[in-house]
């Protein structure tokens, strides 16, 4: 049996992670059994982050090669049916999607001091009260230093902003008005674009993130329609 190890809810988020739902879609998807199991602290991750798959005495750490190795242990299936144009474009989209737009959805949750004490609620909850603080502050501060790395922390707010704006309308351009990148079902690269807008958009309180992204509908019901086709939605459903 495959396990997933994937974080804690938080946020009124179910699966609060894009990387973590992505890979819960696709498992899903495929239709292979598995078992999720939540992890609470990252640091005890193999590579410090999460999610990674579990399969026997097998461990893939990240949810990109989980794919590559779920499309191996499946003969192909993660990317079947799909042309070379197609997972072009499809991973194009999908690295717009995780290396530059996810990081303002991030910023808009550890680095804006109004929504800062909900971070510290969500995931460090279970760090005793007296230690609370300063590992929470610490890991702060390594979140900042790794977004000016990236680079967006080097702009203004204002600016921050017009990235976010820019990284949304191509999305919503690029995607179809209906049906999927691929056909009639969605595949992987829709499963990592909508798990990202799903978990920043469902989360509560809604961020500055959260009410950029209501000003593209067309994303939202690709979003949506992504979620409903598969039956895995990152936010709680009865």
Known sequence: MLKLVVLPSAFGVRNVSPFCLKTEMLLTALGLPFDMEELQDPRKAPKGKLPFLLDGDTCVADSELIAEYL??????AVYAGMSAAQKAQGLALLRLAEEHLYWTGVASRW???SWWPNVVQGF????PAPLRGLASGMARRQLRKTYQLQGLGRHSFEEQQGFARRDFQALQDALPASGFLAGDKPGYFDFGIAALIAGMVDNQPPTWFTELARDYPLLLDYTERVQSSVGVYGRFTE
């Not at 460090?124 to 760090?127: P, S």
Request: net charge negative; aromatic share 16%; no cysteine.
């Open 111 to 113: 680095l804006d001091d």
């Open 124 to 127: 460090f909850h279970f760090v």
């Open 71 to 76: 499309d191996q242990k499946t003969d192909g």
